[in-house]
């Protein structure tokens, strides 16, 4: 399980946003084991005098959190990383340097979801990879 915020200026981020998505989703199906279907992103288009970050970024700069269960290895983290800084910028045309990644992990317990604890729920995936 997965939830991620995608933060971003608004003229950069709302004209890419399903391309992002697409892409950003196939770095997370692959890394992650993810089945297809499980997308859960949100844009959060920022105006310029609402976003300030350092001058040796561009306007593309974009800020990806994403909130997971906890109990992947660090190697499957840091290929998500690659793959994520690879694809950005041969798909997208946005650097290494105008990407930043951020991974929350929290047990499931911590969630709640489809009606019930997160520990609870039957996965159709393996979170320990």
Known sequence: MSQIK??????????IRQAMSETLHACIVEAFH??????FHRFIYLDEGD???PEDRSDRYTIIEIALFEGR???VKKHLYHLIFQRFEQMLGIGPNDVEITLTETPPHNWGIRGM?????TLNYKISI
């Not at 993810?34 to 997308?39: E, F, L, M, S, T």
């Open 51 to 53: 976003f300030f970050y």
């Open 34 to 39: 993810y089945p297809q279907n499980k997308r």
């Open 6 to 15: 995608i933060y971003g200026l608004r003229h950069h981020l709302a004209p």
């Open 73 to 75: 290895s660090v190697e």
């Open 117 to 121: 604890p997160g520990d609870e729920l």
